[in-house]
């Protein structure tokens, strides 16, 4: 594992050096930055990129409902030590894509007068992209959905902007290194495959610290949930060989860390969650109509750090029920729970050498139909 991270963060800076000099304006290589609308509507962007586009410096997107806006087939963007705030809506968004990075940069104080036509507006919002990275930044003081998301192309692409690829999968993309805090209403990390069929595979996430509202201040408009999940959200979607490795998360208002499935056929296979911190999560109780109930007895019955499960209730057991198989705890050190790893009808997989400090029970499991 650890040579794979090695791995992985050659690519990453090489994949920054391919880039050449960063320069210390934001604009398109030849000095322009294109703003105003952007396709269908009125969603406008204070930075339109363009393809192998730099951006560093201040982004002010106030009046704008994106700071930055990466559209499909826009590739090798880097925002480099920029700072991008005050947008209504996502301070960066990416549709449709690959070869984005974001990099040493303060993704803070967006999503401030959030559109409800935009069904999930975080500070950082990749959709159908991959082989990305998002390394190094403070994402904080989102009043919208939390803080980063990497989901496939699906109908959580704000209405009005060019007709995404539904078939777009998130895959290969690695999220390390940020600080995610005070961020309303949404969960700090979330990589979800998000329509029927999709697929969010071979993501990354790793040492970031994801703080909740247990510990740290509510965001700008509610509590901030914290917690990284990894999830199957809609039939016969997938997540597979996601790894969550050596990542701090406190306070989180959900579990510390989540892989689920919740839709019929939904699949999260070969998952790991290695060598993270996880202290003070709590009830995964969000409701995610219709396939989630969050009364069911597939979900904790207590507080609990790490979950895994395949959420089988009467309206997702036709035509197949969800899947949780081969999926891996290891390693991770738990603290201050009323259960230290919860698991619902999953199978395979592994949970050793896990750590529990101050937690009544250290793993608890259910099968069956909640």
């Known amino acids: 594992m650890r040579l794979t991270i090695v791995f992985v963060i050659v690519l990453f800076t090489l994949s920054v050096l391919m880039f050449g000099g960063i320069g210390s304006v934001v604009g398109t290589p030849n000095g322009q930055v294109q703003t105003g609308p952007i396709a269908i509507g009125n969603l406008t962007a204070a930075v339109v990129a363009h393809s192998g586009e730099v951006i560093t410096g201040q982004v002010n997107a106030t009046g704008y409902n994106f700071g930055v806006y990466i559209g499909p087939g826009v590739t090798d963007v880097l925002i480099y030590h920029a700072h991008v705030f005050g947008a209504s809506d996502h301070g960066v968004l990416a549709v449709d894509t690959s070869g984005i990075s974001i990099i040493d940069s303060n993704i803070s104080n967006n999503v401030q007068h ?14 159908g992209v991959s082989n990305s990275f998002i390394v190094g930044n403070i994402i904080t003081g989102s009043r919208g959905d939390g803080g980063i998301a990497v989901y496939s192309s699906s109908s959580l692409v704000p209405t009005g902007l060019p007709v995404p690829n539904v078939n777009a999968s998130g895959n290969n993309n690695f999220i390390a ?8 209403q949404g969960c700090g990390i979330v990589v979800a495959a998000w329509g029927p069929g999709q697929t969010v595979a071979n993501n990354w996430v790793f040492n970031n610290v994801v703080m909740g509202d247990l510990l740290t201040p509510h965001g700008p408009t509610g509590f901030s949930v914290g917690t990284i999940v990894i999830a199957a959200d809609f039939p016969f979607s997938s997540a597979v060989d996601n790894v969550v490795l050596d990542n701090t998360i406190i306070g ?3 579990d510390g860390i989540i892989i689920n499935a919740e839709a019929p056929g939904a699949a999260d296979i070969g998952n790991e969650i290695a060598g993270n911190y996880v202290k003070l999560g709590a009830f995964q109780r969000l409701n995610n109509p219709p396939f989630d109930n969050a009364s069911d007895l597939n979900l904790a019955p207590a507080p609990n750090g790490i979950a895994i499960y395949a959420n089988i209730i ?3 057991s036709k035509p197949a029920p969800p899947i949780a198989q081969g999926n891996i705890v290891v390693d991770n050190t738990i603290v201050d729970e009323a259960i230290g790893i919860w698991v619902a009808n999953a ?6 050498n896990n750590v529990f400090e101050n937690v009544s029970v250290n793993f608890q499991s259910f099968y069956g139909t909640g």
């Open 347 to 352: 199978s395979g997989g592994a949970y050793v």
């Open 252 to 254: 989180g208002l959900e």
């Open 177 to 184: 290194e940020n600080y995610i805090a005070n961020d309303s």
């Open 114 to 127: 959030a559109d409800h036509a935009i069904p999930d507006d975080k500070e950082v919002g990749f959709y």
């Open 314 to 316: 009467p309206q997702t």
